[in-house]
């Protein structure tokens, strides 16, 4: 999906692609994606419930290693598959933390903190346009405009999975039925998008949230005993293998960008 920005000559678009930092929107980049919040979420459950870690102490090892490989990302001047997926994956685990902390461990209604993420996100992309007069996701190459990205990141998993719990646990819809109806809204919103005029940014910011609580759902259903209405594969086995879809399209995707031009 193309994000609107303001009109830029040949030169600079062609320099401005060169130097960003993060990846164009295409097949790969939704399907890594997607892999990656399903991961996020039952890598959180592996890591807090069977290795028995606990929630805050889970939080706090996953915020560090997230807060490494954010730095290690910061480090690079153009985009690296590797690098910037790790970071991905990082950030989705403790964007699901954060909420399941304040659910479970300061008693904060799912309405209330998916209220306060909807805020928090909607002040960060205010920010980010008064400060760099563009949202445009195909221009991040300073600090400043990655800084407000990865913190829009942050915010639309938390975001997705407040929204995507308060649905399938609070309202009763249940895993399979959640996947199902945010499934049909990215559906709708791709069908907005290609054939009837939906905003580029809109489009993207939109479907980049919705996808955290459809993966989320995808995840639980896989992995939660079937009593509880998913299948029952465990944690580790759908964590391991969503982790080796996510290694083998980071390792595609390297292997392009790393091919000599023709």
């Not at 997926?85 to 954060?98: K, N």
């Not at 461990?105 to 996100?121: E, K, M, R």
């Not at 980010?128 to 300073?142: D, M, Q």
């Not at 919103?189 to 980049?208: K, N, S, V």
Request: glycine fraction near 10%; charge should be neutral.
């Amino acid at each position: 999906m193309t994000v609107a920005t303001f009109p830029a000559t040949h030169a600079q678009t062609v320099d401005a692609h060169a130097m960003n930092r993060v990846p164009d929107v295409t097949p790969g980049f939704w399907l890594i994606k997607l892999t990656a919040v399903t991961m996020g979420e039952t890598a959180a459950d592996f890591l807090a419930v069977n290795l028995g870690l606990g929630l805050g102490p889970t939080t706090v090892l996953m915020t560090a290693v997230l807060i490494a490989a954010l730095a290690w990302q910061f480090r690079q001047r153009r985009y690296v598959p590797a690098v910037y997926w790790t970071a991905v994956v990082l950030i989705s685990v403790v964007g699901t933390l954060i909420t399941d902390n304040l659910t479970d461990a300061f008693g904060i209604p799912l309405a209330v903190s998916s209220a306060a993420f909807t805020v928090a996100l909607g002040a960060t992309f205010a920010s980010w346009f008064a400060s760099e007069r563009t949202l445009s996701i195909h221009e991040v190459f300073t600090a400043r405009r990655e800084a407000f990205y990865w913190l829009a990141i942050l915010f639309t998993f938390a975001l997705g999975t407040g929204v995507g719990d308060l649905i399938s646990e609070s309202f009763g819809v249940g895993f399979a039925g959640t996947g199902v109806l945010f499934g049909l809204i990215i559906a709708s919103l791709a069908l907005g998008y290609f054939a009837l005029g939906l905003d580029g940014l809109w489009a993207f910011w939109l479907c980049y949230i919705f996808t955290r609580p459809l993966g989320a759902s995808v995840g639980d259903f896989l992995a939660q005993p079937t009593e509880y209405g998913g299948l029952g594969l465990g944690t580790v086995i759908t964590s391991l293998g969503f982790l080796a879809v996510i290694a083998l399209t980071v390792a595609v995707m390297s292997a392009r960008r790393s091919a000599p031009a023709r």
